[in-house]
T-cell receptor, first 112, second 116 residues
Framework: SQQGEEDPQALSIQEGENATMNCSYKTSINNLQWYRQNSGRGLVHLILIRSNEREKHSGRLRVTLDTSKKSSSLLITASRAADTASYFCATDATENTDKLIFGTGTRLQVFP | GAVVSQHPSWVICKSGTSVKIECRSLDFQATTMFWYRQFPKQSLMLMATSNEGSKATYEQGVEKDKFLINHASLTLSTLTVTSAHPEDSSFYIC????????????FGNGTRLTVT
């Protein structure tokens, strides 16, 4: 399977703490994306990092990419209860950029 | 931002019946749409790539006669689950891409299918 792996599978933290999720993938990529999914809903795009980038920020989100290790991390700083959701990384294969392969996901619970 | 509408949001049907799920891109043309299936607390598994005006491309292990995909226009793709069985119960999600470099996928809100 080409599916990426994410860890941890589940993460519970208190409001105000930082949450870090990791993603590992298997193939060469053009870019890596992070998505968020609220329970029973579709996915919402959060951030995209290109294969030639090492770090990217968007608001309280910080994403890193290490192509030599085929891994990425998503950091959410100063978490809020509203950040409670599942987070997925997704990669596109360099030979078929139309298709995204999603990681296994991290379920984040932020307690108020 | 780009909007993708998926309908219905939930459906309950009896075994042996067929169910059609629609996916529309409301404010952009989508020559390619993707259909995913998601089991509880699991990731999205790509089922097929829907191509406007041509046959869908199915992922390995997905029965094309079971999951019929039609992409009749640049804004509409449909997934029909034929002769549904309880094991087809799942959350089905569509997405569409603007096919611009580094463009993200835009997802519908999913359809919860329950086959009794």
């Amino acid at each position: 399977s080409q599916q990426g792996e994410e860890d941890p599978q589940a993460l519970s933290i208190q409001e105000g703490e930082n949450a870090t999720m990791n993603c590992s993938y298997k193939t060469s990529i053009n870019n890596l994306q992070w998505y968020r999914q609220n329970s029973g809903r579709g996915l919402v795009h959060l951030i995209l990092i290109r294969s030639n980038e090492r770090e990217k920020h968007s608001g309280r989100l910080r994403v890193t990419l290490d192509t030599s290790k085929k891994s990425s991390s998503l950091l959410i700083t100063a978490s809020r209860a509203a950040d409670t959701a599942s987070y997925f990384c997704a990669t596109d294969a360099t030979e078929n950029t139309d298709k995204l392969i999603f990681g296994t996901g991290t379920r984040l619970q932020v307690f108020p | 931002g780009a909007v993708v509408s998926q309908h219905p949001s939930w459906v309950i049907c009896k075994s042996g019946t067929s169910v059609k799920i629609e996916c529309r891109s409301l404010d952009f043309q989508a020559t390619t749409m993707f259909w995913y299936r998601q089991f509880p607390k699991q990731s999205l598994m790509l089922m097929a790539t829907s191509n406007e005006g041509s046959k869908a491309t199915y992922e390995q292990g997905v029965e094309k006669d079971k999951f019929l995909i039609n992409h009749a226009s640049l804004t509409l793709s449909t997934l029909t689950v034929t002769s549904a069985h309880p094991e087809d119960s799942s959350f089905y999600i569509c997405s569409a891409s603007k096919l611009l470099r580094d463009s993200p996928l835009h997802f519908g809100n999913g359809t919860r299918l329950t086959v009794t």
